[in-house]
Each structure stands twice: as C-alpha cells, then as structure tokens.
Nanobody
Framework: QGQLVESGGGSVQAGGSLRLSCAASGFTYNSGCMSWFRRPPGKEREGVAAINFSGSSYYAGSVKGRFAITRDNAKNTLYLQMNNLEPEDTAMYYC?????????????????????WGQGTQVTVAS
C-alpha cells in the first residue's frame, strides 16, 4: 500500500515563502498525476496545483504566479514552492496521487479522482 508524507508547513508572515514536500513510497507506479490540495478553516478542500510525470503543470487561479509545483521522479517527491503568501492561503495542505495522467486542469484538480492522500501539513499565514 502506498504512502504519502507531507512536510514543510509552518507559520509565516504575509509576503513570506514556504516550500512543502511530499514523499511517496510503496506505490507500484511513479508516473501519473500528483497534486496539492488545501482545506482552509471552515471550508471544503480545494485543488491548488497538479503536475504530470512529464512536468506539465496546472494551477488554481488563486495561486497562479505565486506557487510553483515540481516533482523529482527519481526521488518520488513532490514539491510546492509558495511565495508571496497571503492570510487566505492559511490551510491544511495535502498531497494526492493517481496513476492516471492529469489530462487537463479541471480533471487534475478534481478531488474525487484521487485514491491516495497524505495526512496533511498546516500552513498559517499571519497578516
């Protein structure tokens, strides 16, 4: 059974940066779509960014230009570089994976398609 473990969360001031990591292990595949989701306090989980094995990436409009998703296929690790953070970015951040490709933006950021999830890492941005 595969496992995803997130790390790198923390508390920062608005305008600051954080880099999240997600280490994948135990999966029978290392291709497919990998993604980041977040659940703000009192709200539903939402898609943030996703990336294909080839490096093609997709972003939610609210983070485009501020966040960058990358993956190191040799290390089976997913990253999310978050710059110019805003209080609205405060949330629990989760990584997810699916052996199918991302396909397009809507499908890549659709929560229901992902069978595997990490436990999450908290990001808090103070104003």
């Amino acid at each position: 059974q595969g496992q995803l473990v997130e790390s790198g969360g923390g508390s920062v001031q608005a305008g600051g940066s954080l880099r999240l990591s997600c280490a994948a292990s135990g999966f029978t595949y290392n291709s497919g779509c990998m993604s980041w989701f977040r659940r703000p306090p009192g709200k539903e989980r939402e898609g943030v960014a996703a990336i294909n094995f080839s490096g093609s990436s997709y972003y939610a409009g609210s983070v485009k230009g501020r966040f960058a998703i990358t993956r190191d296929n040799a290390k089976n690790t997913l990253y999310l570089q978050m710059n110019n953070l805003e209080p609205e970015d405060t949330a629990m951040y989760y990584c997810a994976t699916d052996q199918r490709g991302c396909i397009n933006s809507d499908y890549a950021l659709a929560e229901k398609r992902y069978p595997y999830w990490g436990q999450g890492t908290q990001v808090t941005v103070a104003s």
